[in-house]
């Protein structure tokens, strides 16, 4: 089977396009390299054993990719790429909805186009918003409070109307919660720009000497110790489940939505002492204030994704921090 991975020079489409091709599957990248290295590709290629067939492109370029399918038969399109920052996002409206949205769109029509109908989308679980029950099943209301966020469920609205206009599309919609940790090998992980925004990188750096200290948002919440509790899952989980959510749209039409979590929650300083343990090293830290649109408690219901795709994450928590250190190690030297 030959699969268009789109963002696969990026931190999850890395690790997807390794998974896939370990598994046998015939893979080409697509990539405009806003967010990402070419070097990664070469490591993917380290890492296999294969070189990674690649074009410089981007999704919202329709000729690029009506060429592109024009010269490969693909089966099915997983489509990682599209900018993902919380922030930049509210002061950059336009640019997040015409790459994510328009993107997409450009995308589909290509593949409907091309007969080619099926479909593995990176969502987020930035699309329930502020959930009223946890751990959140995929029944939770949408809610989406910025415009990533709601780049995210439009095009989940797009495909709901798309698989309903006509049944030959499989489609997975696959709600991410917040992926970490690296490649084992220390040869892909994330290249975060600038002061990182999410934790584990952040540790990260502290850990190594980079940042004095971690600021931890907020030591009120309604939680274990009063910090913010997320569900941590790691990278190479994540991406099985996109090999698996693929086998299950091969066998059934439709549309599936599905969480990728672990079902377990963890908090801020629960992760930091997680980190300290599994590396050795000392993270010092300071609680601050709440960060603006934070949540207190959010993880998961994982049991839909165990039913209908067979698959559980099954990297620990102590896998996640030794793998992040491990590349952060390498993005150091
Ligand atoms: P990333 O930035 O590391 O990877 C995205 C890749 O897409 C990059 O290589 C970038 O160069 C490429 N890209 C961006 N716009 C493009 C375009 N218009 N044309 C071609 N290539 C383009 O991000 P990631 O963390 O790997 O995220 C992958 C997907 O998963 C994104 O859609 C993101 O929104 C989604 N997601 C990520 C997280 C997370 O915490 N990392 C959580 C939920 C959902
Ligand atoms: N945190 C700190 N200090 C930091 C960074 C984060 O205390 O320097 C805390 C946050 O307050 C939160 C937890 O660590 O309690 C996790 O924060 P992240 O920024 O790592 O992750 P978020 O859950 O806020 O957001 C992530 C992605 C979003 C996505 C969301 C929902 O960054 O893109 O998960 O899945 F929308």
């Known amino acids: 089977m030959l699969i268009l991975v789109t963002g696969g020079a990026g931190y999850i489409g890395s690790h997807a396009v390794v998974e896939l091709m370990l598994a046998g599957y015939d893979v080409v990248v697509l990539d405009n390299l806003s967010n990402s290295h070419g070097e990664t590709l070469q490591n993917i290629g380290r890492i296999v054993g294969q070189e990674v067939v690649f074009t410089h492109g981007d999704v919202r370029d329709e000729s690029l990719l009506t060429a592109l399918f024009e010269q490969y038969s ?136 980079q940042r004095e200290y971690l600021s931890v948002f907020g030591s009120d919440y309604a939680t274990v110790d009063g910090t913010g509790v997320r569900d941590y899952i790691h990278v190479v989980d994540l991406v099985i489940g996109h090999l698996r959510a693929l086998e299950f749209i091969g066998q059934s039409k439709g549309i599936l939505t599905c969480n990728l979590g672990t079902g377990q929650g963890y908090s801020v300083l629960q992760m930091l002492k997680a980190f300290e343990l599994a590396t050795g090293h000392k993270v010092p830290y300071r609680l601050v204030d709440r960060r603006p649109g934070d949540v207190d408690s959010y993880y998961a219901d994982p049991a839909y994704a165990e039913e209908v795709l067979g698959w559980r994450a099954e990297r620990s928590i102590v896998q996640m921090c030794q793998d992040s250190w491990r590349w952060q190690q390498v993005l150091i030297h």
Do not use: C
């Open 74 to 209: 693909f089966d099915a399109v997983m489509h990682f790429a599209g900018l993902k920052a919380v922030g930049e996002s509210v002061s950059q409206p336009l640019r997040y909805y015409e790459n994510n949205v328009a993107g997409s769109l450009t995308l589909l029509r290509v593949m409907d186009k091309f007969n080619v109908r099926q479909f593995v989308f990176s969502s987020s679980a930035t699309v329930y918003g502020n959930p009223a029950v946890v751990p959140v099943p995929e029944s939770s209301p949408i809610s989406t409070t910025n415009p990533y966020g709601a780049s995210k469920a439009m095009v989940e609205g797009i495909l709901r109307d798309l698989s309903h206009s006509d049944p030959e599309w499989r489609i997975a919609i696959l709600r991410y919660f917040n992926p970490v940790g690296a490649h084992p090998s220390g040869l892909i992980g994330e290249h975060a720009n600038g002061v990182p925004n999410n934790l584990m990188p952040y540790i990260a750096q502290v850990a190594a000497g």
